[in-house]
Nanobody, 127 residues
Framework: QVRLVESGGGLVQAGGSLRLSCAAS????????VAWFRQAPGMEREFVAR????????NYADSVKGRFTISRDNAKNMVFLQMNSLKPEDTAVYYC????????????????????WGQGTQVTVSS
């Protein structure tokens, strides 16, 4: 059982950067793989990035590859999403989610794979 809280969202101009944080409590986050998802109004929640429990392996959606970086600091029970070169289409509520166990590329992009979710943080990118 782990509780997740996102922070760091806000309003930024296109081309700018933002760093999101996911803080965990209740259990150590180090035993979980953690992913970031995002959801725009009227849209399905979509996969953004995932990091393995050890931090050794990362995966990214094609839409953010090369612009976003997921990282973690297990000593602090935190996961981060560094977002650079932001575009208006990145505007969404961003959620962090945790799961236990391995995942295929298809599985890790499905919301039902994840056992725990934060409440989300709003990211708005203006043009």
């Amino acid at each position: 059982q782990v509780r997740l809280v996102e922070s760091g969202g806000g309003l930024v101009q296109a081309g700018g950067s933002l760093r999101l944080s996911c803080a965990a409590s209740g259990r150590t986050l180090s035993v979980y793989a953690v992913a970031w998802f995002r959801q725009a109004p009227g849209m399905e929640r979509e996969f953004v990035a995932r990091i393995s429990s050890s931090g050794t392996t990362t995966n990214y959606a094609d839409s953010v590859k090369g612009r976003f970086t997921i990282s973690r600091d297990n000593a602090k029970n935190m996961v981060f999403l560094q977002m650079n070169s932001l575009k208006p289409e990145d505007t969404a509520v961003y959620y962090c989610a945790a799961d236990f166990g391995p995942a295929t590329l298809r599985e890790m992009s499905m919301t039902r794979k994840y056992d725990y979710w934060g409440q989300g943080t709003q990211v708005t990118v203006s043009s």
